[in-house]
């Protein structure tokens, strides 16, 4: 099945900092999404993107599927930002995502 | 909208004891349904999955049993839980198979004493 690894697996900022999530998968997709984990460990969707860019407030996100990898953009970090980050790909008319090992973010403030 | 609901939230059981999470999808039909299972760190496993009424499919041996006996319900049972069964469960829902966004309920932390 397709392979996915998401780097880098901690990261710890300043309240106010920019940051980029990488998600790499090893087969071509048709079902990408990023989600946040709060610390409550309710997982939050942010993005559905199995090709293109989107925006949402300070997240933006780019999947670059002929290169295999997707890109989660944080800019202005909070400390509500906070939490684990995973990407989760799918292919081939799969019903089932394989999930990445996830990125924790600690914002400082 | 589409609505997804877990319960109990926590539960605390004693070794040996049965177990039954259920989960409940409003505002869609014939949704696809998923449990998984985090344990300490960060991976989710995935335990079951189900494409329709008494289908499912499980993707890893365990002490853990799923059903479905609604549209949108998915139960997660244990007849005699162990230690190793403690984790925070999670269940989720998606639409469709070649274009599936999913979308996860609140989860139930377990503890098994």
């Known amino acids: 099945g397709i392979q996915v690894e998401q780097s880098p697996p901690d990261l710890i900022l300043q309240e106010g900092a920019n940051s980029t999530l990488r998600c790499n998968f090893s087969d071509s997709v048709n079902n990408l999404q990023w989600f946040h984990q709060n610390p409550w460990g309710q997982l939050i969707n942010l993005f559905y993107?199995?090709?293109g860019t989107k925006q949402n407030g300070r997240l933006s996100a780019t999947t670059v599927a002929t290169e295999r990898y997707s890109l989660l953009y944080i800019s202005s970090s909070q400390t509500t930002d906070s939490g684990v980050y995973f990407c989760a790909a799918s292919s081939g008319g799969s019903y089932i995502p394989t999930f990445g090992r996830g990125t924790s973010l600690i914002v400082h403030p | 909208s589409q609505t997804i609901h877990q319960w109990p939230a926590t539960l605390v059981q004693p070794v040996g004891s049965p177990l039954s999470l259920e989960c409940t999808v409003e505002g869609t039909s014939n949704p696809n349904l998923y449990w998984y299972r985090q344990a300490a760190g960060r991976g989710l496993q995935l335990l079951f999955y189900s494409i329709g009424i008494g289908q499912i499919s499980s993707e890893v041996p365990q002490n853990l049993s799923a059903s479905r006996p609604q549209d949108r319900q998915f139960i997660l049972s244990s007849k005699k839980l162990l230690l190793s069964d403690s984790g925070f469960y999670l269940c989720a829902w998606s639409v469709g198979k070649n274009y599936n966004e999913q979308f996860f309920g609140p989860g139930t932390r377990l503890t098994v004493l």
């Open positions: 993107i199995p090709s």
